[in-house]
């Protein structure tokens, strides 16, 4: 029997609304989709990924959870750094978002193949 999915998993989604909202008014004018910050977010994704993946995978043989555990950790690290830009800390920015969410995709992918890898070829 599958359960459903808790209340809490659309938290990220509800957040990413949020901080979007100034980005579809045209409050990010000066955000290059490129910018030297764009790498950064991608690179701490991808490497927040891999953590969540391998911390979890020291607690579970379940790659769904690993999966799962990882996305959220970079997502909601990503989501908490966008927060405290837009409480004044920062420049708060969707695209850095998005950047955030193709780092960890992208970790999440080698995490994927690793594992793969050592389950098959060792």
């Not at 911390?55 to 950790?73: I, K, P």
């Not at 750094?81 to 695209?95: F, I, M, Q, T, V």
Request: aromatic share 8%.
């Amino acid at each position: 029997m599958k359960r459903a999915p808790s209340r809490w998993a659309l938290l990220p989604a509800a957040l990413l609304l949020t901080l979007a909202g100034p980005a579809a008014r045209g409050a990010e004018p000066t955000d290059d989709w490129l910018g030297a910050d764009k790498k950064l977010h991608f690179e701490a994704s991808a490497a927040l990924a891999l953590l969540g993946y391998g911390g979890t995978a020291l607690l579970t043989d379940d790659r769904g959870m690993r999966a799962g555990v990882a996305v959220a950790f970079a997502i909601d690290i990503g989501i908490a750094k966008e927060l405290w830009d837009r409480a004044g800390h920062g420049d708060p920015s969707s695209r850095d978002l998005v950047w955030d969410v193709a780092g960890t995709a992208t970790g999440l992918a080698v995490a994927l193949a690793v594992d793969w890898a050592i389950q098959h070829l060792f």
